[in-house]
């Protein structure tokens, strides 16, 4: 069954720190691969997506991702974090033989340290 | 302005009364979808729908009714809420065409509680 992973329920960075976020997938073939933001009380907001081609994927808010096809991984990352960043971040896969289902992982909380 | 409207925002019901949540979208898009989200769980899939009247189960369509009788609307249907159901609601659209990549737009979501 396809499933997302993020290993990390919370993380805290101090403010103008790099940031890493995990997601692991498992699919059988590479699927289109989403990381979505969801600010307190707020619905969700799309911050990249990586489909095929060039595997470091630029977002908005200064993020990327980088997809790596060995590891199923398909980490975000962000080189100075702000207090502004401070969310939840989710995984999501849509399956390409499937393209009606999505899978979300199970999200990371990051809390942003002055 | 695109966007995905659902309403209510809030809702707090009793177990059994059936209640609805509508969604709307106003950008002509094929496909619609209801998600759940549970703290550590992420958001599941409940129902989904290719286009009008066509929809199909999601990961967790237990208890839960949609229709779709028109492209913008795909309203959720409990007919006989209970306490587990007490979680909060996305529901998002997309368009199959090609250059979109199947990006998904979301709602601002309903947080349904049930006593």
């Known amino acids: 069954a396809q499933s997302v992973t993020q290993p990390d329920i919370h993380i805290t960075v101090s403010e103008g720190a790099s940031l890493e976020l995990r997601c692991n997938y498992s699919y059988g073939a590479t699927p289109y691969l989403f990381w979505y933001v969801q600010s307190p009380g707020q619905g969700l907001q799309l911050l990249l997506k990586?489909?095929?081609?060039?595997?470091l994927v630029q977002g908005i808010k200064g993020f990327e991702a980088e997809f790596k096809r060995s590891q199923s991984s398909f980490n975000l990352r962000k080189p100075s974090v702000h207090w502004s960043d401070a969310a939840e971040y989710f995984c999501a896969v849509r399956a390409i033989y499937n393209f009606n289902k999505f899978y979300f992982g199970s999200g990371t909380k990051l809390n942003v340290k002055p | 302005e695109a966007q995905v409207t659902q309403n209510p925002r809030y809702l707090i019901t009793v177990t059994g009364k059936k209640l609805t949540v509508t969604c709307s979208q106003n950008?002509?898009?094929?496909?619609m979808s209801w998600y759940r989200q549970d703290p550590g769980l992420g958001l599941r899939q409940i129902y989904y729908s290719m286009n009008v009247e066509v929809t199909d189960k999601g990961d967790v369509p237990e208890g839960y009714k949609v229709s779709r009788k028109e492209k913008r609307n795909f309203p959720l249907i409990l007919e006989s809420p209970s306490p587990n159901q007490t979680s909060l609601y996305f529901c998002a659209s997309s368009s199959p065409a090609v250059g979109t990549n199947y990006e998904q737009y979301f709602g601002p979501g309903t947080r349904l509680t049930v006593t």
């Open positions: 950008m002509n898009h094929e496909y």
């Open positions: 990586y489909f095929s081609g060039d595997t």
